[in-house]
């Protein structure tokens, strides 16, 4: 197997399943390593999510789309509550470990693959902070106004992210300066995973602030509903079509 460029997401949730690995790494293009005990997440109950998860959650209605699966916690919950979901991530391994769990629609896919393939959208579903897969504020509008294309008038996205400037290490606000000299984002980053000897491509992601969610729907077709916060900086967001 080509070591690089390979699914080391994929291969990080199966290590959690075999060998009860907890330690995820990120690269950032800068050179800093993140590692945290952050795997089991991907695999809690409902019960076992954060509080702003489980208060958003419940705006999801009609066929959901859960757009970075992972291995399925939040798409087997809402099969569970009667709903029709499909579960997309860019992983393989992933997709194959929800499959696996029970979920019924999952499918490999990158969150620039959502189409009309897919049927009509009711809700798109982003957890895990996974407001940042838009990646920069370009392609996020773009993908914002095709969404809207997708969905009904009472379409919904449900999303989470985390302001990236509570952390105030160094090298964070190094980033975030560099970030915006470059016209970027302050939150925007580009990073890749970690297993061992497997190294997974690199891909921008966006931690981005309130203020920063507002400004990137603007003129999208789309508007912030309100806010629900959480812990650390972390926080949902429902946005609706205007």
């Not at 194959?96 to 620039?112: D, F, I, M, N, Q």
Request: aromatic residues 12%.
């Amino acid at each position: 197997m080509n070591k690089r460029n390979a699914d080391a997401y994929g291969a990080l949730l199966w290590a959690h399943i075999k060998d009860g690995e907890e330690i995820e790494i990120v690269e950032r293009d800068d050179g800093t390593i993140d590692a945290h005990e952050g795997v089991w997440h991907y695999f809690t109950e409902y019960d076992d999510w954060f509080e702003e998860e489980k208060e958003a959650v419940a705006y999801a209605s009609g066929h959901v789309l859960d757009i970075g699966c992972a291995a399925g916690r939040v798409c087997i919950y809402l099969q569970e509550e009667g709903h029709k979901v499909t579960g997309i991530d860019n992983s393989q391994g992933a997709v194959e470990l929800a499959r696996g769990y029970g979920v019924k629609r999952a499918y490999c896919r990158s969150v620039t693959q959502i189409d009309a393939r897919m049927g009509r959208i009711d809700t798109f579903l982003m957890f895990g902070h996974n407001f940042g897969l838009f990646g920069n504020e370009r392609r996020a509008r773009w993908l914002l106004r095709r969404f809207k294309n997708l969905c009904g008038d009472d379409g919904l996205i449900v999303a989470t992210s985390r302001d990236s400037t509570i952390s105030d290490l160094p090298a964070d606000a190094a980033y975030r300066k560099r970030n915006i000299r470059e016209g970027k984002l302050p939150g925007q980053m580009r990073v890749r995973i970690r297993y061992r000897d497997i190294v997974g491509p690199w891909f921008d992601f966006i931690f981005a602030s309130k203020q920063d969610v507002t400004r990137i729907v603007e003129g999208t077709g789309w508007q912030v509903s309100h806010f629900i916060d959480g812990e650390a900086g972390s926080f949902a967001v429902i946005l609706e079509k205007n």
